[in-house]
Each structure stands twice: as C-alpha cells, then as structure tokens.
RNA sequence: GGCGACGUGGCCGAAUGGUUAGGCAGCGGCCUGCAAAGCCGUCCAACCGGGUUCGAUUCCCGGCGUCGCCUCCA
C-alpha cells in the first residue's frame, strides 16, 4: 500500500482506491505553445515512475494526462509569428511525444485534448450560472469563489490573504470582476481569435475549467489521485477543484505535488529567467535514462539542481548498473525470480511517500554485490542479484543496457589486440587499444579476452 | 505583507533523537603486461546561537541565508 504526502491534508497517508486494483490517475499536462523544457521532464519523469511502480505491485493504472491545446500564450504566439494557432499546437505537441518516448515515459491511457471538450465545458459553466456560482460580465464568464466554502484547501490560505499579497500586482479583469480572486471560466472572443459558440456568446475556456471537465469526463467523481507542480496548486488545482465543488461533485481524494528543477545557482529554472534548456537539447546530448536516476536519487519534493554536472554523475552511476548486467550475462546468469526479501525492502522504501533514493540505495547495493559473486564465479548468486537488479530497475522505468552493437571492423581489431597480447607484443596490443579509445569505445581487456562498448 | 520549503562531507542527495544512506569525484590496496572494469578499504558532515535530553544533524526558540507560491508557469 502507498503512503504519499497529501497536499490537502498535509500528512502522508495511505492513497486509497475508488475501484480496488485501479489507480485513477490525472496529470496536469503540458500547453503545447513551445518545445517541452527541464521542468516537464520531471513531472513526466515522476508520475512515469509512481504509474510503473504502481503497476509493478500488480495494479492497473488509469492514468489520464490532458494537452492542453487552447490557452492564451498560444493564440499570442500565433498572432506574433501570423500563423495558425493549429499549426503551433500540432508541432509542439509533435516535439512533446518525441521527447517523452526518448525519455522511455509511457504514454498516458488517455490525452485527452482541451479542444475536444469545449462542449463539456460550455456545460459545466452553464451549471455554475444556474447555482449562481459564476456570472456573465462585458469581457468573460467569471467564477465566484466566495461561493466555494472551503475555497484555499490547497492553498492553505486566507482569501483576504491572497488578496492582500503580491504588492503592487495589477488584479486582472478587476473592472468586471467582483472579487479581485475571482477566475475567468469564459472569455469571450476578440476579433482574429480561435472561438467556440455559447449561450451566451461565442469566446474559449479559461484553462481551469478544462482540466476539470477533463478529468471527471474520463475519470469521474471521486477519483483517486489528482497531480502536478508545486506552482500548479495554485492558482489551477485550487481552482478546479472550486468548480467540481461547487457544482457538487466529488473531485480528487488525493493531492500530490512535486518540486521543481533548479539550476546550478538554486533558482527555479523557467524561461523567463533565461535559464531554461529545452527537455530535447538533454535527451539528445546526455542517455535520458540518466535524468530518471537523478530524479530518483532525490526526493520528489526536493528541489533538485539538473545540469551537466549532476546529470553527468548519473550518467555514470547508470553505467554502472549498466556494467553489472553485462558483466552478469557474460558469466551466463540464469533466468530466475528476483530476491523476494529485497524485493519487499524495495518496495518498503517506496511505499513511504516514494523514498526512491534508499530505495535505489538498495539496488546499488545489490549491483555491488552482484558484481563480487561474479568474481567470485558464484553464479547463483550472480543470477538472483542480476534478476533483483533487472527487476527493481524495471519497477522504476529503468531498462538497462546489455550489450552494445559492435562492428565487424571494431571486433577484429579487438582479436588483434588480444593476438598481440597473447604474443606479448604489449606495443602493438597498446597501439590497437589506442585506436579503439580513439573512435570513442571503451575497451576492457580481461583474461578472458578483449570486449568493447561505447 | 501572507503561506510554505530548505540550509548535511569536494559535488549531488537521503534517512534518522544514540548505530555505514546511496551516487559522483579523491586516496590506498587486490586484480591486470600496463590500463579499463570490478572488488576491498578509506578521507571528508551537519549555517550560527540558545534550550529540551543521559545523548541532537535529527525536537523547540531566536538569528542569518537561500528558494518557491500569493490569479503565465511542471
């Protein structure tokens, strides 16, 4: 059973399941106005690992993660580049799955896009002015939250609160709002913008009211677990959570939140800081499987520092998981079940709020030990600690890597070099090594002869 | 101003009221023709000041500092 921090209730309490043996899952998905940056990539990275975790334990996993394909920074960019705001969600959304399927991040059960739901929204909003708690003004359809009792849930804070903060922040819409904290369901259109018609005049969604017409449309009341950044509790969760609420309706049980990335300073990495790397520029220059171990050395409400450095000593730890499954079929392991009692650590350190860095600590560890038996030619022992590696590593959205595709001409020069070191010709055996460490392989020369590998 | 998170060894980063996190890097050794890989060993630690306690990195108070949210944002 997983115990995980409830952003809600603030404690780590066990997440319970609507339908025993299914998780419902929503993650708060991306808007497809630009390339997907760091910070997505742990927030995809993250649920990935709690959604094969899950599934490792025997569950099936509803997991629902939207696009969001119409919002405001989209027909911005449209308009500033004259194109068509299709054209700008079709590419990015393109650039989305690429970076996703290199990061070996399953694809959700569903993605549901915003646009296809604009109907259900229309609904919802409808219901909202019929209980009186939304109201048509000259330039939207705005929410009252005054009418949501227990409004500031996630927030934990007072309305006055929020109110009063920021200094000297301009309060959007405030000449037609009647609370400063009230949020747009509507926006009516303005003339050269995408708009879907209404009752009460045509216009878009605002991005609260898509994601709660999403979920509960594919995942329904109550469902179990509702998820995203730190920064998305509010204003977004918050406000979604106010309209399921205030139209009666049973919204998520469980809450949970991950922190963001920072740079090497400890600042949170966003565009506008200018710190921002796109998620492509590191799948293409680092093993993406290394940014999955960094993440999974920390704690997912840990800010944690990406950059080449730490991904760099991830990278290399990963080939070290990567060395003890090579080095384990080599000496021709068996096919057998994993450790169970490593198994039940594992997951014990999962279980309580995803303590993925000890659990991980364990796999080192059982990759260290491995790596004795198969010096110590004990392949028993060999076998069950590579299939308790293979295993844990799996549960966790890591595949390791066996062994590289060689070519014939990298293979012959291997032959040669272990010719020449048979004849004791350690000049030419260091003049071929050398030419190999040249193309870039790392050559490992044994008493059982030479292999190499990138 | 409100709410919150956090300050751990050269770096990243966990747990924990008393006992080795783990990874990366370094050092010594074994192995090797020499390396590499692997294994064994090893150095380096808790922002500052009080308090509670037999004992605090861990709890409490006060500083100092960093970061996040307070209607763009993973």
Not at 41 to 59: A, P
Not at 90 to 103: G, K, P, R, S, V
Not at 163 to 175: M, S
């Amino acid at each position: 059973m997983l115990n995980l921090y409830d952003t809600a209730t603030r404690t780590v309490r066990p997440l319970a399941m609507r339908d025993l043996g299914t998780v419902s899952l929503y993650v708060c998905g991306p808007t497809v106005y630009g390339p997907p940056h760091i910070g997505h990539g742990r927030s995809t990275l993250m649920y990935d690992i709690l959604r094969r975790y899950l599934e490792s334990t025997g569950l099936t996993v509803r997991h629902v993660s939207n696009i969001t394909d119409i919002e405001d920074k989209i027909i911005e960019r449209a308009a500033r580049e004259g194109r068509e705001w299709q054209e700008i969600t079709a590419e990015n959304e393109a650039l989305w799955w690429q970076a996703m399927d290199a990061m070996g991040v399953l694809r959700p059960t569903d993605t549901p896009h915003a646009t296809d739901y604009v109907e259900g929204m229309v609904e919802l909003i409808g219901d909202l002015i019929d209980r009186d708690a939304a109201y048509v003004t000259d330039d939207g359809i705005y929410m009252s939250v005054k009418t949501v009792a227990d409004y500031g849930l996630l927030t934990h804070q007072r309305l006055e609160d929020m109110l009063t903060g920021g200094g000297d922040r301009e309060v959007f819409g405030a000449e037609n709002k009647r609370d400063p904290a009230d949020f747009a369901l509507w926006k009516f259109t303005k003339p050269g913008e995408p708009s879907w018609s209404s009752r009460w005049g045509d216009g878009r969604p605002g991005w609260h009211s898509e994601c709660v017409v999403m979920s509960l449309a594919l995942l329904g009341e109550h469902f179990d677990l509702h998820t995203g950044g730190q920064d998305l509790k509010f204003p977004h969760h918050e406000n979604e959570r106010a309209q399921a609420v205030a139209l009666g309706k049973g919204f998520a049980n469980h809450w949970m939140h991950h922190a963001f990335v920072v740079d090497a300073e400890g600042e949170k990495m966003s565009k506008s800081l200018g710190n921002f790397t796109t998620l492509l520029d590191l799948v293409d220059t680092m093993d993406p499987r290394s940014y999955r171990l960094l993440l999974l050395q920390s704690h997912y409400r840990s800010p944690v520092s990406v950059n080449a450095d730490t991904v760099g000593a991830a990278e290399r730890a990963l080939a070290g998981l990567d060395t003890f499954a090579r080095r384990a079929a080599a000496a021709g392991v068996a096919n057998v079940a994993a450790d169970p009692t490593l198994v039940a650590s594992f997951r014990d350190r999962m279980d309580d709020d995803l303590d993925t860095a000890n659990a991980m600590a364990l796999v080192f560890d059982a990759a260290r030990r491995g790596n004795a038996a198969v010096d110590d030619g004990d392949l028993a022992l060999a076998s069950v600690l590579a299939a308790s590696v293979h295993e844990l590593c799996g549960a966790v959205g890591l595949v390791l890597k066996l062994a590289d595709e060689v070519p014939a001409d990298v293979l012959a020069k291997a032959a040669a070099l272990d010719a020449a070191r048979a004849a004791k010709d350690f000049a030419t055996a260091d003049q071929v090594r050398a030419e190999l460490q040249a193309d870039g392989w790392l050559v490992e020369t044994t008493k059982s002869g030479t292999t190499v590998r990138r």
